[in-house]
């Protein structure tokens, strides 16, 4: 409002009453609503032995369940362990451990970034749609720049929107296997050989969808315009 009334566009009334306007909102409700959410954390454990005279097992297996401070972002792990010992013969003892791990994660839902609207900002407005909280010049965009012309004449951005239309996951998974044998030579005397083989696997995958002010800003930004015909040449494909 002020660089438009700097730029003579509005008025000084017309000023007035805009900063009058921002001056009595406050979106602090709407943030904790949309945005932010109570954190839980929950982590189940089950441990399970068992054991004769010739064989010691012992299992173990843990959920995890992590649902952070932010809205639409969450972690789930599951975590996997077994430890066996056999005494096969009186001179030799077979060892086996496993541990499996896998751990899904999605960060694209709220973030800290969020909370740094300015007061007056908005993420929904009164008759329930999306409030635009351009990162554009918009007085400047409609008058000057033919939007309607481009890929995706909607130039807006909406919070909100940009949350849904956003997914960001992470995978993780780690195995790992051991085995030996242990042999018994004579009394106080033994030689233990170990195998090992581990592998640790992790994927990240950031997609936005089309209606994402991610994928609308580059495409509009890639395309030409020849303002002397306005024939907008697409440089990505939409």
Do not use: C
């Not at 009595?24 to 068992?50: A, H, M």
């Not at 042999?183 to 005397?189: A, D, I, T």
């Amino acid at each position: 409002a002020i660089k438009e009334h700097q730029l003579g566009h509005l008025s000084d009334e017309e000023l007035d009453e805009k900063l009058e306007y921002y001056s009595n909102i406050d979106n602090k409700d709407q943030l904790r609503k949309y945005i932010l959410q109570v954190p839980v954390y929950q982590q189940y454990n089950l441990t399970l032995s068992g054991s004769t005279e010739r064989m010691n097992n012992l299992v173990s297996l843990m959920y995890q369940h992590d649902r952070p401070e932010f809205q639409g972002n969450h972690s789930n792990e599951l975590m996997f362990n077994y430890r066996g010992i056999a005494s096969v013969f009186k001179w030799l003892d077979v060892n086996l451990s496993t541990m499996f791990q896998y751990e899904k994660s999605e960060n694209g839902g709220a973030s800290s970034g969020n909370l740094g609207l300015l007061p007056y900002e908005l993420l929904v407005n009164e008759d329930g749609s999306m409030n635009d909280i351009s990162r554009y010049n918009m007085p400047l965009i409609d008058r000057k720049v033919p939007k309607e012309l481009f890929p995706y004449s909607d130039w807006g951005y909406y919070p909100l929107k940009e949350i849904e239309n956003q997914s960001f996951t992470r995978t993780h998974l780690n195995a790992r296997i051991q085995a030996g044998l242990t042999f018994k030579l004579l009394e106080g005397l033994s030689v233990d050989s170990r195998i090992q083989y581990e592998t640790f696997n992790g994927r990240n995958k950031n997609l936005y969808k089309e209606e994402s002010f991610y994928v609308r800003s580059r495409v509009n930004g890639a395309a030409s315009w020849d303002q002397n015909t306005d024939k907008i040449t697409l440089n990505l494909p939409k």
